[in-house]
């Protein structure tokens, strides 16, 4: 049986919780980290599974939890938590982050959690990374994060974050090669999830599988690469 570990942020529900379920199924070792569980979450509890709620945006309660591994290893790093809207929209609708609706409080909101949080994060669970023969970090960018890809403009917020990610897991990848960590983004597909919506292109299912399997085949020399569920490589 596979025990390796993985930490998963925004496990309680959507993708990581998706990717949570996957991950308890393959008989890894899942850190759910989440700022609150959910019932979802709660019933997929066993030995495999532990859950650590705090606040994601607060850099001191990121470092305990880093320092609650104690010297642990970690396989593998997936920072999926994000949003698109500010805490409390349901929806980011377009108006909400189109041009000449600025608004820098929700930009903050937007940019913490999908940015600073990978971020501090990356660099808080570095050593225990390196400590695996095959140590990763993955983040949950997007398409929308890609330049080539942009025909509708709109969305400045949440395309600035994800662009942002996709810069800082290319930087990542330089730097973390001499300690055999691999690093890329991800795009997940446009799923249906509370942010993708029911209309979305594929179910949680198949974007999870589709990623755990990228995740699982990647090699040094796919490190710094924009990827996606199906593994073709993404535009940047
Ligand atoms: N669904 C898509 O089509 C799609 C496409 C491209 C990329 N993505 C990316 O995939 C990732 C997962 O998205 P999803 O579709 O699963 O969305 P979701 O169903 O809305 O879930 C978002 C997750 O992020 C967490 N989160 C959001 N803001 C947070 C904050 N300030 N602090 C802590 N946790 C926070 C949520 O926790 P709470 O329950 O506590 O809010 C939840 O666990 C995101 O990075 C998203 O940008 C999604």
């Not at 104690?70 to 980011?92: C, E, F, H, P, T």
Request: charged content about 20%; aromatic content about 6%.
């Amino acid at each position: 049986m596979n025990r390796e570990t993985v930490v998963i942020t925004g496990a309680n529900r959507g993708l990581g919780l998706g990717l949570t379920r996957a991950y308890l199924e393959d008989g890894w070792r899942v850190i759910a980290l989440n700022r609150s569980s959910s019932p979802e979450l709660e019933s997929l509890r066993n030995d495999s599974l532990e859950i650590h709620c705090c606040d994601l945006t607060d850099d001191s309660h990121l470092e305990r939890f880093a320092g609650s591994l104690n010297g642990q290893v970690i396989d593998l790093l997936i920072n999926n938590a994000g949003r698109m809207a500010k805490d409390g929209s349901v929806n980011a609708g377009e108006s909400v982050q189109g041009f000449g609706y600025f608004n820098r409080e929700l930009w903050r909101d937007v940019f913490d959690i999908n940015v600073f949080t990978a971020m501090s994060l990356s660099e808080l669970l570095a050593d225990a990374i390196a400590r695996s023969a095959r140590g990763r970090i993955v983040t949950i960018s997007s398409m929308l994060g890609s330049m080539a890809l942009n025909s509708s403009g709109g969305l400045y917020a949440y395309r600035a974050t994800k662009a942002g990610v996709n810069a800082i897991m290319k930087s990542m990848s330089i730097d973390l090669s001499g300690r055999g960590i691999i690093a890329i983004a991800q795009h997940p597909g446009w799923v249906q999830t509370d942010m993708g919506g029911q209309g979305a292109d594929i179910d949680i299912a198949t974007s999870v599988n589709g990623m755990k399997a990228v995740f699982d085949g990647l090699r040094p020399e796919d490190s710094g690469k924009f990827l996606s569920w199906d593994g073709s490589e993404m535009p940047w």
